[in-house]
């Protein structure tokens, strides 16, 4: 019962400074072996400090943020400037439309292949597939049992966190021919999505 295990002033502490140190999301099975608890009770442990971590009570430029199976610390949206000034981080253009269409449609159907959004959008995809490989915004996991074996492609915890989203049950209600996630992404992704590739490659650079 997660009753019976309560987050402590130094779990706080070691949480914080495991995910700062790490600069990438921690499952909560990892976390599980740091705390030596079962990992669904860090990942209620976790989203209480979350709670807490974000409320403003404490003025901070990072906020923690927690997904389906792991949790991050990632500065907030709105020093996007100061960073890349003190980063030297490049300004990249935003997504292109072809690969907003291509992850609005990964994003709901997922897991697919290349084949099945290439019929979905009538034209060849390899690049936009590419491009959202490249930026970290989908990866594929596995191959379909079907002849060629081709891969199948999900989103990433990357896609969640330039969304906005914590979960795939977050996204958006989409009706056939709806297009309010393309939309949405164009809105609120496309610079976040081109800006989590600048930093992936600045740092590997």
Do not use: W
Not at 174 to 179: H, M, S
């Amino acid at each position: 019962m997660s009753e019976l295990f309560t987050i402590s002033d130094q779990t706080k502490e070691v949480l914080e400074a495991v995910l700062f140190a790490a600069g990438h999301p921690i499952t909560y099975e990892k976390l599980s072996q740091v705390f030596e608890i079962p990992a669904r009770e860090v990942k209620n442990l976790v989203e209480e400090y979350a709670a807490e971590y974000n409320s403003g009570k404490v003025i901070r430029g990072i906020m923690l943020l927690t997904f389906e199976d792991s949790c991050q610390l990632c500065t907030k949206e709105d020093y996007i400037r100061e960073i890349r000034t003190a980063l030297g981080i490049r300004r990249g253009g935003n997504l292109s439309a072809s690969s907003l269409e291509t992850l609005s449609i990964i994003a709901y159907n997922q897991p697919v292949t290349r084949a099945y959004i290439d019929t979905v959008r009538g034209v060849d995809s390899s690049y936009a597939v590419s491009s959202l490989v490249e930026r970290g915004l989908i990866e594929s996991k596995s191959r379909l049992d079907a002849p060629g074996r081709p891969m199948l492609y999900t989103t990433t915890t990357a896609f969640l966190r330039c969304f906005g989203l914590t979960s795939l049950e977050e996204l958006p209600a989409l009706n056939e021919g709806d297009t309010s996630l393309l939309e949405s992404l164009k809105e609120m992704g496309g610079e976040n999505a081109a800006t989590e590739a600048e930093k992936s490659s600045d740092t590997n650079d």
